[in-house]
């Protein structure tokens, strides 16, 4: 007897989600991604990207949704192209299989990722840090970031906010830029910013 040995690789521990399938593009299995980012080198990154179904309703009509989604696709080709990423897998042979994976989430290693310059810094790596002003009195943390075209915005939750509470009373808006941020401690997981507790 012999034992059946699954060779899809384990769910990254670190996966962050970078995208999601759009829809088939050409005829031969290519497929579109929107990317969440304006720079997608997370996507091209890596050559594995693990999908999961799209939160929500599926966009896929029933009778294609009768073919499994690939829990990993191995990428053979990825190339931008506008806003979008154009890319092809291993898994998908035919336009019919491009169609299937409509609306997946596209997730891939946070190890995978290109690393940052001096200076710069992935939101994922942002998202949940403790900020404290000059003096060290807590802000709050990091809960999401605001892309504004000129430069990021960071929202931060006040530690006080009640869970209920709208965003504009639980949240801080602080700009992400050299006037305001005196240092970023990944490690330490802290951001320290010129900013008032009355701000």
Same mark, same amino acid.
């Given at each position: 007897m012999t034992a059946h040995h699954d060779d899809t690789p384990a769910w990254p521990e670190d996966a962050v989600e970078v995208g999601r399938i759009l829809d088939a593009w050409g005829i031969q299995g290519g497929f579109k991604v929107q990317p969440f980012s304006s720079d997608? !080198? +997370? @996507? %091209? #990154? #890596? =050559? =594995?990207? %693990? @999908? !999961? *179904? *799209? +939160? /929500? *309703?599926s966009p896929v009509p029933a009778q294609r949704a009768a073919r499994p989604l690939p829990r990993l696709l191995k990428v053979t080709h990825a190339r931008e192209q506008g806003a979008l990423v154009v890319a092809r897998a291993q898994e998908v042979d035919d336009r019919n299989a491009a169609e299937a994976l409509k609306g997946a989430r596209v997730f891939v290693s946070r190890q995978s990722f290109p690393t940052a310059k001096d200076g710069e810094y992935y939101w994922i790596d942002l998202i949940g840090l403790d900020v404290v002003n000059r003096e060290g009195e807590a802000l709050g943390t990091v809960s999401d970031l605001l892309d504004t /075209? +000129?430069?990021?915005? @960071?929202r931060v939750r006040r530690p006080d906010a009640q869970p209920e509470a709208r965003a504009d009373d639980a949240e801080r808006l602080i700009p992400f830029v050299d006037a305001y941020v005196d240092a970023v401690d990944l490690a330490g997981r802290r951001i320290t910013v010129d900013w008032g507790l009355d701000y």
């Open positions: 997608p !080198q +997370a @996507l %091209f #990154s #890596s =050559r =594995r990207w %693990f @999908l !999961q *179904p *799209p +939160a /929500g *309703p /075209g +000129a430069h990021c915005v @960071l």
